[in-house]
C-alpha cells in the first residue's frame, strides 16, 4: 500500500494549495499511518484541513470496507461540498485513464461514511475526524486521536 503522503500526490497530482501536500499534513499523514492520530483539531473549515481528513479517509478505503469521516454537525455541509469538489478534481485527473482505477477510486468514495453524531457511537475501528476543536464535548475515543495544528 503506497505512503498516505504518495496517494495524496497520486489522488490529487502536483497542485498548489490547498490541493498540495504541506508540512503540516506530512506530520498528519506520518502520525495517521503509524496510528498515532486519527483526525485534526482545530476550529473552522479550513480548505487544507477538509482535504487531509478525505485523502485519509479515502486511503484507509484501502483496507476497511467503511471508514466514518466525523465531523461537527455545523461543518457537515462544507465537507460534503468538500468532498464534491475533490471527487470532481479526482475523476478530472483520472479522465481517459485505467477504468479500474477510476473504478476503485469511485468505490472508495462510497466507502467514507460522514456523521456527527459522534457522541452516540462506539470508537469505529477505521475513522478519520476533523472541524472538533479539543475543548469541544466529544467521547474519548475521538479527542484522544485528535492532533492540535501547529
Known sequence: MRKLRDFHVLLLGPAEPPYSVLPWQRDFYDAFEAGTTHGIAGHGPAVEVLVAASVAALWETQRAPRVLMAVPKPLEKEMIQQLELLARRVFRIRRGGNILDV????????????????????????????????????????????????
Open 103 to 150: 473504478k476503485a477510486l469511485r468505490d472508495a468514495f462510497r466507502k467514507v461514511l460522514l456523521g456527527s453524531r459522534v457522541m452516540q457511537i462506539d470508537a469505529p475501528d477505521h475513522w478519520v475526524a476533523c472541524g472538533f476543536a479539543l475543548d469541544d464535548p466529544m467521547p474519548d475515543w475521538l479527542r484522544n486521536g485528535l492532533m492540535e495544528l501547529p
